[in-house]
């Protein structure tokens, strides 16, 4: 397998790079209060069009995780992993309809301001700490060592030469402020889909002249004869990927709750929208998801490519990894089969995705380090200029941090995105019992949301560990536990998991809540009207329901 770039590959990637930094570097001179306006920095108030948010949103969530992980679990499960990208467009919505009003309402520009606003600042605090540990120790060390080993998989650039470019690029974006970093965002979603459908047309044209035809639709044709196996939606308990996707439940169960923890109460994501009004935040949602119904064109079908050219004797060499079958390798494989200068699209479109994300999640760990830890605690009295100064500082601290502890972390060994998925899940549900319970139950007191921040862990940790010490196989008839092929253990799985904790912390919230007579609770300022879709809006979330509807009939 070819590790090389071509000159014209260069070139083109050259061409990208320049398109971004200088476009870039045009917003950022524009407006000079973003050198001083600490909400203008972090969220580009109310200068964000809605085709920005969406496109930011899309660019900040779609990194290597995606391009490598999703692509490698396509080739290992097939088009099952796309429910991750198709239930955020329909998770969008609802942020969009009950989520976004709520915060432009009463003012919430941080997830912890949320917290001190609704319980208090003991409970935002402890979240505040939490989600800046997360964003630095899981994710973006996640991103910059996929991201790094991709570029040096596809270019035979040094890995860590890889590693520091990254950063460096994604630093230089971020200390621009947010609205750099969300107008940037249109062109790195450009290139992302356009180098994205590049590797996709050429992964399925080959799919189609291995078997002796031509065109895209008949290699997509092919993929689904030949590898019919992997176009089902939902799998059934005896299916070896059951534990990652445990059936009806990526529909009725826990997908629900990765999924509105992630687009709804994840300050790396609302931030985009936070700073617009409501028509425009909704419409900016929007956008995005119906942006994430195209993406499992661009990372899903080129990895069942992939797993149908290998059934027929392709890349037996190239698939292997110390001796063993890797799947995260299928993407990477099939960037080196281009040809010289769409090769170079591709890499500009990875290299966008991986620098969008690390952009998007250096400046919310600026935003909350700022304004919910430094200037409550450290320098309440702080200016505008010197909070803005403190971000930046901030920007550079976590990329240094991330890039050094992130060799440590074992994301080779586990996969990038199931490496993501399993920390973030040991918190998620409680995170979401919190915000949810917060949104729309008045009588939610502060002590059951610190009880609730308290008790997820272990929770999620003790039926994690609980196969090793009780026979599960007795909840495998209500389909909450499979077998694994592995440890020969009933487990249960990891969206169960996740769904169980939910109800278990809801409970204990509620309980608490009841018990804590002497409390009260502050609850937020809402209004049924705002939850309304109206216009164009509302049309719109129609046609998303309606195509999400046609595909999961078609491929159930």
Not at 35 to 64: C, M, R, V, Y
Not at 334 to 343: E, F
Not at 351 to 365: C, E, H, Q
Not at 466 to 480: N, R
Request: neutral net charge; glycine residues 8%; hydrophobic residues 55%.
């Amino acid at each position: 397998m070819q590790q090389q770039l071509h000159s014209i590959d260069y070139i083109v990637f050259l061409i990208y790079f320049v398109i971004v930094s200088s476009y870039g570097y045009w917003v950022y001179n524009r407006k000079k209060k973003a050198l001083q306006d600490s909400k203008d920095f972090f969220l580009a108030e109310g200068s964000l069009t809605w085709w920005a948010i969406g496109a930011s949103l899309i660019a900040s969530n779609i990194s290597a995780e995606q391009f490598i992980g999703q692509s490698g679990s396509g080739f290992k499960m097939g088009l099952a992993i796309a429910t991750y990208e198709w239930m955020a467009a329909a998770t969008l919505l609802v942020v969009a309809i009950f989520f976004m009003p709520i915060y432009l309402k009463n003012k919430i520009y941080t997830m912890p301001q949320f917290l001190t606003q609704r319980y208090s600042s003991t409970v935002s605090t402890i979240m505040a700490v939490f989600w800046l540990l997360l964003y630095v120790i899981v994710n973006l060390t996640s991103i910059l060592f996929l991201g790094a080993l991709a570029i040096n998989t596809i270019s035979g650039i040094n890995f860590w030469v890889c590693m520091g470019g990254l950063a460096l690029f994604a630093i230089v974006i971020t200390l621009g402020g947010m609205k750099v970093i969300g107008y940037t965002d249109v062109i790195q979603v450009f290139f992302l889909i356009l180098g994205g459908l590049a590797t996709t047309y050429m992964a399925l044209n080959m799919v189609s002249e291995h078997f002796g035809s031509s065109g895209v639709l008949n290699g997509f044709s092919l993929m689904m004869d030949h590898g019919n196996d992997h176009f089902h939606m939902l799998f059934k308990q005896g299916n070896p990927n059951y534990l990652d996707l445990p059936g009806l439940s990526i529909l009725l169960g826990g997908m629900w709750i990765v999924n509105l923890n992630y687009w709804g109460c994840n300050q790396y994501i609302t931030q985009r929208a936070l700073g617009a009004d409501l028509p425009t935040a909704r419409n900016g949602i929007l956008f995005a998801a119906f942006l994430k119904l195209l993406m499992p064109v661009i990372v899903v079908l080129p990895g069942i490519a992939a797993y149908v050219l290998y059934q027929e004797g392709m890349f037996q060499t190239e698939m292997q990894s110390n001796g063993a079958l890797n799947p995260d390798r299928a993407y990477p494989i099939l960037l080196n089969l281009l040809p010289i200068g769409l090769k170079g699209l591709s890499f500009a479109a990875l290299t966008a995705a991986i620098v969008a994300s690390l952009a998007g999640k250096a400046n919310s760990i600026s935003t909350i380090f700022t304004l919910d830890i430094y200037k409550k605690f450290f320098n309440p009295a702080a200016t505008e200029k010197h909070l803005v100064h403190v971000g930046k500082i901030a920007i550079m601290v976590a990329m240094g941090l991330a890039i050094v502890i992130s060799p440590f972390m074992g994301i080779d060994k586990k996969g990038g995105f199931q490496f993501i998925q399993e920390y973030t899940g040991f918190v998620s549900p409680g995170i979401f019992a919190i915000f949810i319970l917060g949104f729309f139950w008045k009588k939610t007191t502060a002590k059951a949301a610190l009880v609730a921040a308290v008790i997820v862990f272990p929770l999620s940790m003790f039926l994690k560990v609980l196969p090793g010490y009780a026979d599960l196989s007795s909840l495998s008839s209500f389909g909450l536990a499979a077998i694994n092929n592995d440890s020969g253990l009933y487990e249960i799985p990891f969206i169960d998991r996740m769904g169980l904790v939910f109800l278990v912390v809801v409970a204990v919230m509620v309980v608490v809540s009841l018990a804590d007579t002497k409390a009260e609770p502050k609850g937020l300022e809402i209004d049924a009207a705002m939850f309304k879709p109206k216009g164009a809006f509302a049309v719109g979330a129609v046609i998303v329901c309606g195509i999400l509807a046609a595909l999961y009939i078609i491929f159930w």
